[in-house]
């Protein structure tokens, strides 16, 4: 009994050791963090738009409920999650094992009131990079109904502070993927060099998103074969058609953030331990540094291929100054 019991624990000490030694060795790099994690104002002016009052009146509901918080006070409930200042985030990243996060400028829309709803300049995003000493890595945006001046701030961005990417949600300005107003940000950024993530799948808000299926990406993945394109947010509920897009086109990647690891479907799962491993990469979405990578240390998925979506597919694609 006695050695029955020994070897039992001893296969289950293994399995433990095993997990937090991934959890401390691999240095992630989460690629979709979010302004509000460490400026919490510009969350709360994005939460009062009629938008996200309707997220928190119908998808928050029931967690606003357990918590006892009203929809207008719904904000407080996300902050719970993030750490509230670069300080107080570099200190998180250390203590979880993140190496780099990227944060770009979410530049974002209010289909419902036809308006910029948050706007960080490229002076803030200077003042982030900085406080930092290069932990955030700064990214840009796009407004597709004001295109010269979008895209003359872009390229100033990369040109000149040191932007790697830029992130674009296309579904909060009623704008398609494969839309005219879509093709000069796809052509500008593969003239820069740098890669477009894109958020693609339902959004939270209450925005039309039927033209945001991964499907749509297919078209521009052909006619744009120079520039790398990540998209972020699974898909869902597309997810097999965000697969298939990853799977199809060499310059086409995906991102799992905004959906804990734990709730990821089993196809997600499997294509990251197969074809998937070199096309994935890791972000949280803010929701949670710890959480995230706890998650996602326990999936089912093999030591070498969670290193590659949790750190390497980043370093390789994005250019990163730093060791695989």
């Not at 289909?111 to 003042?127: P, S």
């Not at 790697?164 to 579904?171: D, E, L, N, T, V």
């Not at 804990?260 to 890791?282: C, E, Q, S």
């Amino acid at each position: 009994m006695r050695d029955w019991f020994r070897c039992g624990g001893g296969a289950i000490y293994k399995l433990t050791h095993k997990k937090e030694r991934l959890m401390e060795d691999i240095k992630a790099i989460d690629i979709q963090n979010r302004i509000f994690s460490v400026r919490i104002d510009k969350h709360i002016k994005f939460w009062y738009g009629p938008e996200m009052q309707k997220v928190a009146k119908g998808i928050w509901k029931g967690v606003l409920q357990k918590k006892g918080v009203s929809h207008e006070d719904s904000w407080k409930v996300m902050a719970e999650l993030w750490p509230g200042s670069v300080p107080a985030l570099l200190k998180e990243m250390e203590e979880v094992g993140i190496e780099l996060v990227f944060i770009d400028q979410f530049m974002t829309y209010s289909w419902h009131d036809k308006k910029r709803d948050v706007i960080t300049t490229i002076d803030e995003m200077d003042q982030l990079v900085a406080e930092s000493k290069g932990k955030i890595v700064p990214g840009g945006g796009y407004n597709p109904l004001n295109i010269g001046e979008s895209l003359k701030e872009l390229e100033e961005g990369v040109k000149n502070h040191g932007f790697k990417y830029m992130w674009y949600h296309p579904a909060t300005y009623g704008v398609g993927l494969d839309d005219k107003l879509s093709y000069p940000l796809y052509a500008k950024c593969q003239e820069l060099g740098i890669p477009v993530t894109v958020q693609v799948g339902h959004a939270g808000e209450p925005v039309p998103c039927e033209r945001t299926r991964p499907y749509y990406m297919d078209i521009v993945a052909l006619d744009f074969p120079e520039l790398n394109i990540v998209l972020t947010h699974t898909g869902y509920p597309w997810i097999h058609e965000w697969i298939s897009l990853c799977w199809k086109h060499p310059n086409v990647y995906g991102c799992i953030n905004a959906y804990y690891p734990k709730d990821l479907d089993p196809a997600i799962v499997k294509f990251m331990d197969g074809p998937g491993r070199d096309k994935v990469m890791w972000g949280t979405n803010s929701w949670g540094l710890k959480r995230f990578k706890e998650e996602f240390i326990q999936l089912p998925i093999r030591d070498e291929c969670k290193k590659k979506v949790l750190r390497d597919n980043a370093i390789k694609l994005f250019k990163l100054d730093i060791k695989p």
